[in-house]
């Protein structure tokens, strides 16, 4: 049997003078900001690196709601994506709720707008550090619901309410903390990990 090991899934940002090139060879709009028009760079929801003993593959997927499915711009875009994938050889698909368990379906509604570090803008980099140094511990060693824990962070840093709640949405987005996906993430609940992965060391420093 051959087993394969995956890398925690990432988002990844397209090169914007590639999709805005293969825009313009299909005859597309390029998707751009509605308030600025100008074009915008293009994400992939999910990138799986899938390590094997001759080598590494790659998925990419986009998650998408069925119903969405039937709009043409949305359709449009898609294409521009699926070309820029293949252009690179990697297996490119769309994920819609009817594909995937409903738990992991509802925990990455939850999670998906907190995987960028911009949904944290209003913290600095220390202030994301000294709650993560002070959460991951706890959330590890203690039998504690996790709005417990980060409204115990939130006073402790005299932080708004649901701050340091947000950062651990950003943890779990990042995959920083990994846990089973497939079981539902609940806040009153302790939460499980399976993994803690280490700040990298230029994040440290920035902190």
């Known amino acids: 049997m051959v087993t394969s090991r995956h890398r925690y899934p990432r988002t990844v940002s397209a090169r914007l003078d590639e999709t805005r090139a293969i825009a313009a060879d299909l005859g597309i709009r390029h998707p751009v900001d509605p308030r600025t028009r100008e074009p915008v760079v293009m ?85 994301i550090c000294n709650v993560e140094a002070v959460l991951t511990p706890r959330v590890v060693a203690e039998n504690l619901p996790l709005r417990d824990l980060t409204d ?36 009153p609940q302790r939460l499980n990990l399976i993994n803690v992965v280490e700040p990298s060391s230029s994040l440290r420093e920035a902190g």
């Open 43 to 127: 994400t992939t929801d999910f990138v799986n690196t899938i390590r094997r003993p001759i080598g590494t593959i790659e998925h990419a997927r986009t998650l998408k709601y069925a119903k969405e499915l039937v709009h043409p711009r949305v359709m449009e875009k898609f294409e521009i994506e699926r070309v820029y994938w293949a252009a690179r050889n990697i297996d490119w698909g769309i994920v819609t709720e009817r594909e995937i368990d409903p738990a992991l379906a509802t925990n990455i509604r939850w999670l998906h707008p907190y995987r960028d570090p911009s949904a944290l803008a209003r913290l600095t980099v220390a202030a």
């Open 152 to 187: 115990d962070c939130d006073r402790r840093f005299t932080l708004p309410s649901g701050t340091s709640l947000a950062v651990a949405r950003h943890l779990l987005a990042s995959g920083r903390w990994q846990v089973n996906m497939r079981s539902p993430i609940q806040v």
